[in-house]
């Protein structure tokens, strides 16, 4: 992964965090927490830089679930 998308990750998430009615939850973080992404080695992830296979879209899914109804329960 590209330091760029680090950076503009942390430039939305600083957005984010300066409005009361916003919450971002990151991609980056979501898929290589402590920036090592995480590796399927049955099936990729991604087909190219914007889109994902259906093992990575499960994936994400079911990582943002959480995430999703910790905001919807507020």
């Not at 330091?3 to 991609?27: F, H």
């Not at 927490?33 to 994400?60: K, Q």
Request: hydrophobic fraction near 40%.
């Amino acid at each position: 992964v590209r330091k760029q998308s680090y950076q503009g990750d942390e430039k939305i998430g600083a957005l984010a965090a300066g409005m009361p009615t916003a919450t971002y939850i990151s991609v980056m973080n979501t898929g290589c927490p402590n920036r090592v992404c995480r590796i399927n080695a049955v099936e990729p992830f991604h087909w190219d830089n914007g889109h994902m296979t259906t093992a990575g879209s499960g994936y994400f899914v079911d990582a943002f679930l959480p995430q999703l109804n910790s905001v919807l329960a507020r």
